[in-house]
């Protein structure tokens, strides 16, 4: 029996593993201590590391069906276990119950779902005199960097395709909320043959060591765009392969024809699910101008209708900033917004003697678009409300950033919506919908906002090498003959 309340040990090569230094995981609603876990020497990365190689040897040569029926299985542990993981998610990253839910109940679809993939085997030519073939192999072990927004969910975006292709891998969760992936880890001791998947964790030097180390083929890494330049630099030393899904700075742009009261909530949490923390949230608003008064007002009403809180409470609907680097991020937005005179149609006003790290819900009523609040990530409840005029701009400054994740488009006039969002920089384009997401549908970022893509076929074969293999076949009857 798991128990989801103690004893957080990592796991390196099928088995429990701790350290004397630790690190404290907060819950972020109260400020307070709930568990300390090992942060691990570069001693006990060696050996994670070194149980990961040895296990590839067999894991790679395992039946992809062997390989589908384990990840499977481990979906079917997490869903197993969901109500103490939603529980301990919500304590360590402060979402609430709905939240907690979306993800742990989202991981377990993520692995039944890949666990359907399969490696294609390409035919080039295959005739009586030659064959050629394309394959996808492993790349050996993998080094899975985890960030604190989404920790199961992102971890298991990257668990799956690596083992489901044959690799091992060493996961490190964010020291902000390692709790939920080291039990991930203790679960699948009993799942997995040993040294297949390793929980580490650490702060930022453990992190360093990984996209360093000569024992890892790949990092696949979530996380800001500043740490994805830093984690490509070290990791070129060794020619790893690395995904990197990186920063973004989603503008959503609102046509004059819409459902203004229909609309109103839908935009409201493209911007603020999982309180704004989140990658692909909008974070820059653009209204047309015979409508900007009308749905600024009705965002306003409706998130006076929704209660920022403790993410235990049943009635909450956004929890905290989830650490207090981050909520003093936030704070600093919205400081320079106050320095600069930029008006707030709501929010604004931080109770910093709050239990928790808690910002409320902030709209910034038609800052410039020079301003910090466009032009960066916040990262928190805080979003900048636009004006636009001509189509021709719109699409010029929504795509005016360094960024390239996410956008999205909304109107009744459906040739307008697909004309503008065909012209948008980005990976996702959403046209009157946002957030769908898939195990089969291919997730990345264009420009600054990451390399490669997660999820899909495409995303699968990111954790492979391609190999071709050609056979002459007329070689061996012209021996024959001989």
Known sequence: MIDFDTHYTMTSGGMAVAGRRKLAAWNPATRQIIARVTDATRRQLDEAVDSARIAFGSWSRAPIERRQDLVRRIGEAIERHAEPFMSLLTREQGKPRAGSEWEILGSVAWLKSMATMEVPLEILEDTPGRRVITRHTPLGVVGAIVPWNFPVLLAVWKIAPALLTGNT??????????????????????????????????????????????????????????????????AADTLKRVTLELGGNDPAIVLPDVDIEDLAPKL???????????????????????????????LVAYARTVKVGDGAEADTS?????????????????????????????????????????????????????????????????????????????????????????????????????????????????????????????????????????????????????????????????????
Not at 269 to 297: G, M, P, V
Not at 472 to 477: C, E, L, V
């Open 169 to 234: 891998i060493v996961v490190k969760p964010s020291p902000f909320t390692p709790l939920c992936t080291l039990k991930l880890g203790e679960l699948c001791r009993d799942i997995l043959p040993p040294g297949v998947l390793n929980v580490v964790t650490g702060g930022d030097r453990l992190g360093k060591w990984m996209t360093a180390h000569p024992g890892i083929d790949k990092i696949a890494f979530t996380g800001h765009t500043d740490t994805g330049r830093h984690v490509m630099r070290s």
């Open 268 to 298: 409201f949490w493209a911007a603020f699910q999982n309180n704004a923390q989140f990658c692909n949230a909008t974070k820059r608003l653009y209204i047309h101008e015979s409508i900007y008064e009308r749905l600024r007002d009705a």
């Open 318 to 482: 956004i929890g905290p900033i989830q650490n207090e680097a981050q909520y003093r991020k936030v704070l600093e937005f919205i400081e320079d917004c106050r320095t600069h005179g930029y008006r707030f149609a709501l929010g604004g006003q931080v109770d910093r003697a709050a239990a928790g790290w808690f910002i409320p819900i902030t709209l910034v009523d038609d800052p410039p678009d020079n301003s910090r609040v466009v032009r960066e990530e916040p990262f928190g409840p805080i979003l900048p409300l636009l004006r636009w005029s001509k189509e021709s701009e719109v699409i010029a400054r929504a795509n005016d950033t360094e960024y390239g994740l996410g956008a999205s488009v909304w109107g009744r006039d459906l040739e307008a919506v697909e004309r503008i969002g065909g012209q948008l920089e980005a990976g996702t384009v959403w046209l009157n919908e946002v957030h769908q997401y898939s195990p089969f549908q291919a997730f990345g970022g264009h420009k600054q906002s990451g390399i490669g893509c997660e999820n899909s076929l495409h995303g699968l074969l990111e954790y492979t090498n391609h190999q071709t293999i050609t056979l002459n076949k007329g070689a061996i009857r012209e021996q024959e003959a001989a």
